[in-house]
């Protein structure tokens, strides 16, 4: 068990263009959450997966976001038209069923830089 | 909605001394609590959680919380401050009847004086 990865650690990107970040849980977790973390501010809920279906988005995730998480292992996050306030911290959590119980475990994040 | 508030953006502390982090929340059902660190450029490390029973919580690096329903408060302790303490701090809720997903406080950067 390795733990939540997250790929690339860093990504900066010109105004406009697209990124796509990834995210490979722990193997046995049914659920993945993605949350977006800015300066100074705790991370904030943006989606979730139950295996391959996506069961919530937060308001936050505006119609330039797409998150997928084909055959329920690992997800993709993609912004598109990226905005300077994409800015942040994206981070991927996992859980088991029940995850409330046995706490959320995070990934190290990739932090999204748009000039 | 759920809330978290975190009493103070910024703490310092002496290397020794008690570590206290304040912690209150929103809410009109049992809650399910967490306490997170992290450090620079890193993610979340969970530190504890309360879901049932025992209110008294102990976690990881000497850290506890207790969980008291009446003040809906968690807040986060120490007896003796390291310097390899010195992190963000962040206090979390769910719950049962929720999406699952968390809510955060604004968190809490400790400093840990020499």
């Known amino acids: 068990d390795t733990g939540v990865s997250q790929n690339p650690r860093h990504k900066i990107t010109k105004r406009g263009q697209n990124v796509t970040f990834r995210c490979d849980p722990i193997s046995e977790h049914n659920r993945l959450y993605w949350y977006r973390q800015t300066l100074g501010q705790g991370p904030e809920f943006l989606t979730y997966f139950q295996n391959e279906a996506q069961l919530e988005k937060s308001r936050l995730l505006s119609d330039r976001f797409s998150a997928e998480r084909p055959k329920g292992s690992f997800s993709t996050l993609e912004i598109q038209r990226t905005e300077q306030g994409d800015s942040a911290m994206y981070l991927c959590a996992s859980s088991p069923l029940g995850g409330q119980n046995y706490g959320y475990t995070f990934g190290s994040g990739t932090r999204l830089t748009v000039v | 909605a759920q809330s978290v508030t975190q009493l103070g953006s910024h703490v310092s502390v002496s290397e020794g001394a008690l570590v206290l982090l304040r912690c209150n929340y929103s809410?009109?059902?049992?809650?399910?609590l967490f306490w997170y660190v992290q450090y620079p450029n890193q993610g979340l490390q969970l530190l504890l959680k309360y879901t049932t029973g025992a209110t008294l919580v102990k976690g990881i690096n000497g850290f506890e919380a207790e969980f008291k329903k009446s003040e809906t408060s968690f807040h986060l302790t120490k007896p003796s401050a390291h310097m390899s303490d010195a992190a963000e701090y962040f206090c979390a809720v769910s719950y049962s009847g929720s999406a699952r997903q968390l809510t955060f406080g604004s968190g809490t950067q400790l400093t840990v004086l020499p």
């Open positions: 809410s009109s059902v049992p809650p399910y």
